[in-house]
């Protein structure tokens, strides 16, 4: 277990490294930063000289590979970090100078525990991407085949590890502090973050999403997945097939080829409602890095290690909520928002149902051009704290790949209307899943359930009431601490008594010199 004088000098460190981007200024100024955090800031920045704006994707950047994640997950909460923190944080670019090949090559062998010349005829030396978590080169197999392998850089579990334990420490911290801290819930962002991650840093189970987002989207035309050779693949190298095609991000190139942009924005659009609202399951990564076009027209996905997971409540609600704020029906948003136990229940739905009118009602009808989804997300996190919302994990990704989406399709097509090309979508999915036919079905469904639960039900009845007779019960007995476990136990406390002590009394002398020097 990492020490708490571990924690502090790690935070302290990064601290100097966001006070030299003047990415703690928004920290400190912030009236609802708790002072023993305000204090901390003071002595991080201390001797420091801070720009004018901050750069908080810069100084993301150079604090290291978790933190990069970190900055990324942080760009979809502008409750947390301010909405300009957010706003920069968007342009956070997950990259980093390339791993050497032999180090690479060594990965490979050491992972399949073979020789590279048993899996692959050749390897291009020079990666064509370099992320913080893995880097990928172009190869051909020993069959002929031209597929891209994804990498994980040495040593970076080891290390997202520690980082993420002090994430973890500081998060708890804040969080016991009270007040502003405990509704945005640290703890909680910094535990699926962590959860994030750690699917991340198996590429096995990258793998594996891929695999099933492509089930669920076989039936949408023009959208695919790269195949997976699982041959090739483990949990530290994936072997995908190779995508040529044009970036979704390059326009010109794109316009160029004869491609119908406003057609491949509103397919996007669509491939991604389908996903999140249809499937409950979808690519949370959604940058222009990650999507192509084929010569076909066809949109292709790379890069599943961000996947995000609705169930079909929430999915129901989310559907209700966004065709609610299409239709200008706030009085029913602001009612799921109660049912679904968003919004505490000693507030009003009628006061709740007003505040949602007045960030819904200047977006309905105009292009995203001149408004947007992710302004619209901005005044509803806005109203967060009025009504004592706490953060939503489950929703956290899917306002990330929204805000996405919509840049990608706004720069295909600037006059494109989020609002008209998720309606008809969205009404026709209510329609399916919540009409009379839908509940009949699912009602049915569910009594059959029950009706097959009830033999189950009646041998565990029986199982905790048997028959009368045989040896008595005996009868319970005290929890007696012994001997050794009360010395064991005394021998760790003390210790952790006078750390906590000595941590305790360096961060009082600290915040004293804080508020002197400050």
Excluded: C
Excluded at 218 to 245: H, K, Q, S
Excluded at 249 to 272: C, K, Q, T, Y
Excluded at 395 to 423: C, F, H, R, Y
Aim: hydrophobic fraction near 45%; charged fraction near 25%; avoid cysteine.
């Amino acid at each position: 277990m990492t020490r708490p004088s571990t924690h502090i000098w790690r935070l302290l460190k990064w601290g100097r490294t966001l006070a030299r981007h003047g990415a703690l200024r928004g920290i400190e100024a912030d009236p609802n930063t708790p002072p023993q955090v305000r204090r901390l800031v003071r002595i991080a920045r201390f001797g420091t000289r801070q720009p004018r704006v901050p750069d908080y994707a810069a100084a993301f950047q150079a604090i290291g590979p978790a933190a990069i994640k970190l900055g990324q997950t942080l760009a979809t909460r502008p409750d947390l970090v301010g909405e300009d923190a957010a706003r920069n944080l968007l342009s956070l670019q997950d990259s980093l100078p390339p791993v050497p090949y032999a180090a690479i090559e060594k990965q490979i062998e050491s992972s399949f525990e073979a020789p590279v010349s048993s899996l692959f005829s050749s390897i291009d030396p020079d990666p064509v991407g370099a992320a913080s978590i893995a880097q990928v080169h172009k190869a051909v197999t020993k069959e002929g085949r031209t597929v891209a392998i994804k990498v994980l850089r040495p040593g970076i579990r080891e290390r997202f590890e520690r980082d993420i334990a002090t994430y973890e420490w500081a998060a708890a911290h804040l969080e016991a502090l009270g007040g502003e801290a405990t509704r945005l819930r640290p703890r909680l962002t910094i535990a699926n973050f962590k959860r994030w991650t750690n699917r991340e840093l198996d590429l096995r189970r990258e793998a594996a999403s891929a695999s099933e987002l492509d089930d669920a989207m076989r039936g949408i035309p023009d959208y695919r997945t790269p195949a997976i050779d699982w041959d090739r693949t483990n949990g530290r190298v994936l072997t995908i097939e190779w995508i040529d095609g044009v970036k979704i991000s390059n326009v010109d190139e794109l316009r160029a080829a004869g491609h119908d942009l406003p057609d491949i924005a509103r397919r996007l659009v669509l491939a991604f409602l389908t996903q999140a609202i249809s499937a409950g399951f979808f690519h949370a990564d959604m940058h222009q890095g990650n999507l192509f076009v084929r010569a076909d027209g066809a949109i292709v996905a790379i890069d599943f290690g961000i996947m995000g997971r609705i169930d079909r409540r929430a999915r129901q609600w989310l559907a209700e909520i966004l065709y609610g704020l299409t239709t200008g029906n706030y009085k029913r948003v602001a009612e799921i928002h109660f049912e679904a136990q968003y919004v505490p229940s000693y507030h009003s739905v009628d006061e709740f149902a007003t505040a949602l009118r007045a960030v819904g009602e200047p977006m309905r009808g105009k292009p995203v051009s001149e408004l947007s989804v992710g302004q619209m997300l901005d005044g509803l996190f806005a109203i967060t704290r009025d009504f004592d919302m706490q953060t939503q994990p489950h929703l956290l990704l899917l306002q990330k790949t929204m805000v996405m989406v919509e840049g990608i399709a706004t720069q295909l097509d600037p006059q494109i209307n989020m609002w008209d090309v998720s309606g008809p979508f969205v009404k026709n999915w209510i329609r399916d899943e919540l009409g009379p036919e839908a509940a009949l079905a699912d009602r049915i469904r569910q009594d059959g359930e029950t009706l097959l639960r009830i033999p189950a039900l009646i041998r565990r009845l029986e199982e905790q009431y048997p028959p009368k007779g045989g040896a008595p019960e005996p009868p319970p007995l005290p929890d007696i601490e012994l001997v050794w476990e009360r010395r064991a136990s005394a021998s760790r406390v003390w210790p952790g008594y006078l750390l906590a002590a000595a941590v305790g009394g360096a961060l009082v002398w600290a915040g004293s010199m804080a508020g002197w020097l400050g």
